[in-house]
């Protein structure tokens, strides 16, 4: 069944716990810690202690790390750590070292996701797609929460999802950016595993009910 994350950057960080296990409650099944450094992307949002106090806090929750930060190696260990059990860095931030990244990932003992820009052709992550537990597909610039859902989106999916069928490929497929009970189905049906949700989530007055639609149960 699909599985939903939701990405905390959406939350309001003075309630973090509360805001996290009301979701929790209503049936998300992954909390997903997006770490923006400020110069892989323009933005800044938190790093590894913010992880480590929401983990020990919710210790039971999955913790799907989205690292869009330029040295990803140097900062697993942190990640792991702090509770991560997934870490997932960009293709675009080390593009001469990724085989390199994954196996520091896997050192760490984390399971390691490949995530790549909506700009970035998704044949670039074909030939990692026999390393990775999940490959990312980014459906907004990353950088913001908040954005609107871009339209190639699903498209892009269903060639990753054949191109894994192909190979005989058990990566799983992400998307994250812009999904709500809307652009979510049409992801899950283009083959999407795992949809990352922020806005729709902690903005939503009823969760449940987004969260129906985002597994399929509406
Ligand atoms: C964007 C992040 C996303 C984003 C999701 O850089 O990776 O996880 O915050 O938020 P929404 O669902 O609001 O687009
Ligand atoms: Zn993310």
Redesign the pocket.
């Known amino acids: 069944m699909t599985k939903v994350a939701a990405?905390i950057?959406?939350a309001d960080f003075a309630h973090l716990h509360r805001d996290c296990d009301r979701l929790l409650r209503a049936g998300v099944d992954l909390l997903?810690i997006?770490v923006?450094d400020g110069h892989f992307?323009p933005n800044i949002s938190y790093g590894a202690p913010v992880l480590r106090c929401l983990h020990d806090a919710l210790p039971d929750a999955g913790y799907d790390v989205?690292l869009?930060i330029s040295d990803p190696a140097r900062y697993a260990a942190d990640f792991a750590k702090a509770g991560a059990d997934l870490i997932t860095f960009h293709l675009e931030a080390v593009p001469d070292s990724v085989s390199q990244t994954i196996a520091a990932i896997r050192a760490v003992g984390c399971q390691v996701g490949l995530s790549f820009r909506p700009g970035t052709p998704v044949e670039a992550v074909f030939p990692y797609l026999d390393e990775v537990d999940l490959v990312l597909v980014?459906s907004?610039e990353?950088?913001?929460?908040?954005?609107k859902f871009l339209p190639a989106t699903p498209q892009r999916i269903a060639v990753l999802r054949a191109e894994c069928a192909r190979r005989g490929s058990n990566a799983l497929i992400e998307v994250?950016?812009?999904?709500n009970g809307e652009t979510g189905p049409r992801c899950v049906q283009a083959g999407a595993d795992w949809l990352?949700?922020?806005?729709?989530l902690f903005h939503a007055e009823d969760p449940a009910a987004v969260l129906r639609l985002l597994h399929g149960q509406a």
């Not at 990353?142 to 954005?147: E, S, V």
């Not at 990352?196 to 729709?200: C, E, H, Q, R, W």
């Open positions: 990405s950057l959406s997903h997006d923006m992307v989205h869009m980014m907004v990353p950088g913001f929460g908040g954005q994250d950016g812009g999904i990352v949700a922020g806005n729709s």
